[in-house]
């Protein structure tokens, strides 16, 4: 969906899947930091207008997630979703570079954050760090990630019981394909094909492997584009993708 800011007309490009329909979506435009509302009932390719002309609730990124089933006990603390609107307009939407590579990290250790970054940067990937759940949720929807690297513990919630890998389970094929998830945990073996599997993603690791995440995550991405070329190639030579 292109959109353009009413304050400075700037343009901006957002794919529809990231929006959830029928709800009200505030964003920040990268250019003026203006806050805007966009009504995906209605609207379609329209001009955004500051939200002070809006009156009615603006919907959460976390609304389209699916409720955890009745084995899951994780649930969001009431505290943490205060005030979740203005961190969604200042935070979800990004201006990067036209067919730059972005990796999402979820992880809570800084030093580890930062061996993680090296690794990614060196397989050409822009790292982009989520503090915790709701942000990382409300990035994913505002924006494409090649990448998504997810800690077991992260926002203390098991891998088991993450409402990340929950939203990332519910994204349509076409999207959830072009991403590579990584979940990385101590009850992991490295390469653990059966684990991955089992928890939807594409490669698992053992923290006791970080030093050598570089050659193995760079290993495992070129064999999954190999293992997607002819099928990714037969969608855009049929413009479907």
Known sequence: MEIVCETCNARLNIPDEKLPPGQRVSVRCPRCKNKLVLDTDTVKSERLYPSDQASEKIGSPLDAMPAPSPNQEYELPSEEMSGFDDMEAESALYSYGEGEKLALVMIADTHRFETIKEAVDALGYNAIRAENTMEAVSKMRFQDFDLVLLSD?????????????????????????????????????????????????????????????????????????????????????????
């Open 153 to 241: 513990l992260f926002d203390n919630i098991p891998l088991e019981q993450s409402p990340i890998l929950q939203y990332l389970n519910h994204l349509s094929m076409s999207v959830r394909r072009k991403m590579f998830v990584l979940i990385m945990s101590d009850r992991f073996r490295t390469m653990d094909h059966m684990m991955a599997f089992a928890m939807s993603a594409n490669l698992a690791a053992n923290w006791k492997d970080l030093d050598r995440l570089s050659s193995i995550l760079g290993r495992a991405v070129s064999d999954n584009e190999k293992f997607y070329k002819v099928f990714t190639d037969t969608m855009k030579e049929t413009g479907k993708a």
